[in-house]
């Protein structure tokens, strides 16, 4: 050990009497700085506009994307390594002090360890300089998340450890420095592309991704450290390092050749072997070090996937090869699809995958237009050739259909969850994200171990439909299976009911949504029969139907007023009324606590105000209230086409806060009943929740409301606890002394003391 310390030493004094090191490592310093002062007043100029931030540790030094100081500097250090490593052996060799090496009684194995020492201190010190700049942020951001930056610290220094075992190996391999740094660089560029060869060959597939650098050393800068990570730059340290002694010792021996390349070959395949064990799900260790665990599935996830006990799940794929989704699930995604799926699985290792591929027809406008004159067959026939996809691998139309029906999920690409004897749907969603989140995850996950909230939609008086894709309709919110926020992608059933049956008592609300016709006495004694019983209820009006529905909800205490509610405005239409969310609507959920305190509005477009009185029975609470500095009640013929509408008290006009949606709440059997009475019946349509002129909160109010209805059973609460470091106690004039500091003097000073030293070295 002692020869090993002594080699690093003289390694190091080596390498600081060189002007590289010392200009690698002002380079890198002032690389970090500018990095870190452009972010920092990115920042302080976004504080003069936004009250606040969140989570500004991980913003500012692990952000996504490589756009964090610290994550940024990743895709970077392969420059610098390889211009050290380089002459760690080769320059022996060049100059001969090698043959002193072997000559002295020191060990092949002290030498190269030694020599990797060396590098590690010089990795240290780049920690160093990195701890400089965590230091400076710790001062301007309170609460601190000290412990994600260890994890980020560990992350960057395994990896420039594992880049200078490789430099070392490749610097043993010959006597030109500059090809040396080369071979470095090209088997860093192999080792980072690996993961992404020969993908869709099962066993292989597995082997390459175990040995991929790409996003190892990123999740620790996320947060996570995990064993498998840990092992991996073990196994890539280990590898280079046991190659480097070999190679050497094989200079100093005579050995027959198959032997050398069987010493290879044992140091090789023991690392690959160890990589790919230590990589198998259900083996690995996690340490989530973030302050609020956004690593970690959410307390409810973690307890669904609990109470599934020990009983498997099995997910199978089905990929339509015709459908646009189509690829997203092929052989050569699966190590990513694993990856998407690895927080459920540390949970719950024993979820297993399959995979089916088929074709079958699909309703995609663009494809029929392109398959005019052809069959499905011609058409899978041609296309086959473009995906260099064996169409054997394809079950065709009449196979798939007799092993499951895929027409109401429009045949994309879907996910069938199996537990026990139930099973259910995943889907992925035409948005940005595309796979499911936790919350839907975790919804199906639920679907399967308990009744469903199910939510029935009266039908037979012209009421919005569930079905239709019109304006005024509510396909949007409750059955489309590409959207993510839809009812039956929360956990929900939604069916349509008639009034001439009795309303079933076991759902979870009735909804009865802007009926164009008066309700006969029998079907008002079925509506009053429900609600006396206890049933949750949504009743969802417009202006002109107060004779239709205040029959029903007068026995509530509720009444539509006599008129229609307008709000001045420059830009939109003057019966777009924007009520704000109440307290009690942001009690529905965390989203709309959030919302609430951010003065969020919901768009009502032709609304009537809302009366009530709590002598009936009911606790009532206004869930949303017009502004009275700007909205009204205005009685009579609305026009909105000629001249501008003003307020008229003469006319009959009232101004003041009109609520345009209550809750009623009161016990019955022993449990809550609750009901939701709104003077708009647009604010769950198709059209607004597709509204994109206005910020709205009208997804979260609509959920919020039938999660009300499930008393908060669905949707999944996946929400985490809000960042403490979001607040940034800086100063412009502080940015320009970062700038100072970490641009001019510490890199200033680097330089003048490297300086001195190297002229001091060279007049001894």
Known sequence: MKKTIRIAKIELSTLFYSPIAWFLLIVFMFQIGWAYTETMEMYENSKQIYNGFGFLTFSIFAGSFGNGVISGILGKLYLYIPLITMGLMSRETSSGTIKLLYSSPVKVREIVYGKFLSMVVYSLILIGVLVLFLIAGAITIPHFDWPLMFSGLLGVFLLLCAYSAIGLFMSCLTSYQVVAAISTFVLFAVLSYVGDMWQDVEFVRDLTHSLSFPGRAEKMIGGLITTRDLAYFGVIIYIFLGLAIYKL???????????????????VVSGLAIGYLTSRMGYIGYLDTTATKTNTLSANAQKILKETGDAPVEITFYDNFLDR????????????????????????????????????????????????????????????????????????PDQIRKIIDLGPELRR???????????TFLRVF??????????????AFKRMMMPLPRI???????????????????????????????????GFDVFSVSPDQDIPTDIAALVIADPKKDFSAEELTRIQKYIDAGGNLLIVGEPGKQAVLNPIIGQLGVRLTDGILVQKSRDYAPNLVLPYLSDAAGAFSKTLRNDFEDSGRVSMPGAAGLTYDSTHGFIVRPLLMTDAKVSWNKKGLLVTDSAEVEYDPGAGDEKKAFPTALSLTRKVGGREQRIVVTGDADFISNAELNRNNVRTANFHFNTGIFGWFSYGVFPIDTGRPRSKDNHLRLSHGGVVALKVIFIGVLPGFFLIFGTVLLIRRKRK
């Open 456 to 490: 029935a939609f009266l039908e037979g008086g012209f009421e919005r439909s569930i079905d239709k894709v019109g304006d005024r309709d509510y396909e949007t919110l409750t059955s489309r299976v590409s959207f993510r926020y839809a009812l039956v992608n929360q």
């Open 413 to 423: 690409l879907v996910m069938h969850v199996k537990y026990k004897d139930r099973s």
């Open 249 to 267: 010792r094989g200079s100093r021996e005579s050995k027959p050749v198959l032997f050398r390349i069987g010493q290879y070959l044992f140091i």
């Open 325 to 396: 989704t189509y690829g997203r699930a092929a052989p050569s995604e699966r190590n990513a699809i694993l990856d998407l799926w690895e927080p459920y699985l540390r949970f719950k290792p024993n979820i297993s995958f399959k995979y089916v591929y088929y074709y079958d027809s699909v309703v995609d406008p663009y494809l029929y237009k392109a398959i005019r004159g052809m069959t499905l067959r011609e058409l899978v026939e041609k296309r086959v050739k473009g995906y260099k996809t064996d169409i054997n691998t394809l079950l065709p």
């Open 430 to 443: 035409n948005d940005n994200e595309f796979w499911p989140s936790e919350t839907e995850t975790s919804a």
